[in-house]
């Protein structure tokens, strides 16, 4: 069974351009997160899908960040304008219950 | 609310030696825990988790925790560390078993393994 998969795995942009984020979950799960990690902190919420649905997206840090996952599969995660501070490891995870299973993140530098 | 506090960031032992990392949680509910491992350039992935069924939580590669409500604590130990031990660990908190909802994690302990 293939695992969740992150696409790029890295992203080196300058401030005030679009990166788009890309996440793969496992087949069949319907649960969907992002999560993020700024460097020296800890890892952070930032929404959860249920299938195209947004369940919870109280961790979004602002209206520079948008995510979609057209028709229950993959999701993307746009950031536009990238600012210096949204540099930082995006991690994703899928779940069928409660256990997660994450993917080996996107490394996000904005210069 | 709910969070976790991991009272080390580094821990450095020696092969074959014991290993602690310490967890505290706090939650208003009836949580479920989990412990969580990143070895370099890799995912995160699930050592074990807690969901309100036994205390004492065997996980992979011979890691275990026991979960204390009287301690609000969830440490993770292994009697005997290995050179392939050398990761991150993360403790994580979520909303009771059976519940897909967020994760909240710690910041994070670094394990160190020496010869």
């Known amino acids: 069974e293939a695992g969740v998969t992150q696409f790029p795995s890295h992203s080196v942009i300058e401030k005030g351009q679009t990166v788009t984020l890309r996440c793969d979950p496992i087949?069949?799960?319907?649960?969907l997160y992002w999560y993020r990690r700024v460097m020296g902190k800890e890892i952070k919420f930032l929404l959860h899908f249920v299938k195209e649905s947004k369940q919870d997206e109280s961790g979004m840090p602002n209206n520079r960040f948008l995510a979609e996952r057209t028709g229950g599969t993959y999701s993307t995660l746009k950031v536009q304008p990238a600012e210096l501070e949204d540099s930082g490891v995006y991690f994703c995870?899928?779940?069928?219950?409660?256990?997660?299973?994450f993917g080996p993140g996107t490394r996000l530098t904005v210069l | 609310a709910q969070s976790v506090t991991q009272l080390d960031s580094h821990v450095s032992v020696s092969e074959g030696t014991p290993v602690l990392l310490r967890c505290n949680y706090s939650s208003s509910y009836s949580p479920s825990l989990f412990w969580y491992v990143q070895h370099p350039n890799k995912g995160l992935q699930l050592l074990l988790k807690?969901?309100?069924?036994?205390?004492l939580v065997k996980g992979i590669n011979g890691f275990e925790a026991e979960f204390k409500k009287s301690e609000t604590s969830f440490h993770l130990t292994k009697p005997s560390a290995h050179m392939s031990d050398a990761a991150e660990y993360f403790c994580v908190v979520s909303l009771g078993a059976g519940t897909a909802s967020k994760l909240t994690f710690g910041t994070g302990t670094r394990l160190q393994v020496t010869l």
């Open positions: 087949s069949g799960h319907d649960n």
């Open positions: 995870a899928s779940s069928r219950a409660n256990e997660q299973f």
């Open positions: 807690y969901t309100s069924a036994a205390t």
